[in-house]
């Protein structure tokens, strides 16, 4: 039986961020510093910390972005802007409102946990707060090997344009389709489906 459980923390968790500083010096995304801080993640948009623990240590943590005003474009977080987006994903966005998108931002899993339910277990504690919210679409930037295990296990992924080395791997910018994964979930039609064009729809079908 597991021991990892989840809790959600409005803001910063001191414990998560020691872990993040922790993974990304150790993974060379960093260099070390004074403060043992990620400086970038300072002047983060207004996020919500879900943080994965096993007993009483800190195993796991990923933020999502909850704050509706964009700083790029039509996004919160920079990531976006690394990558080539396709013509339709920024209208797509506007027609559904800001305040119904996320944005799935750090993820960091300690490396003895890596492979293991701890991925699964936040991102599900993110979609039932979607779920109990109301958002309509999740983005994120995520590594190509998750991003396809986590279509296998029915999460619904729409490919924003295409994957690129970026942060240590293979990355794809991907939308999650909210609507259709909650009704996978709970066998009905809960949110509005998604405007997402013929071309996607027909790739999907």
Known sequence: MSDIVVDMVHGTSPEAERLEYEIYVAEGYIAPNHRRKVLENEHYPEFIHFVARDRDQVVGSLRLVTDPRPRFGVFRLAAFTHFTLDPWVEPLLCQVGL???VEVGTMVI???YRGSETYLKLFEKAFEYGLMTRIHAGLATIDAGF?????RRGVPLVDLGPSRFYMGSETQPVLIDMPRLVSRVLGEAVLPPLPLPD???RARA
């Open 147 to 151: 991003r396809d295990r986590l279509e």
């Open 99 to 101: 305040k119904h998108v």
């Open 199 to 201: 071309v996607v729809e």
């Open 110 to 112: 300690r490396p003895e």
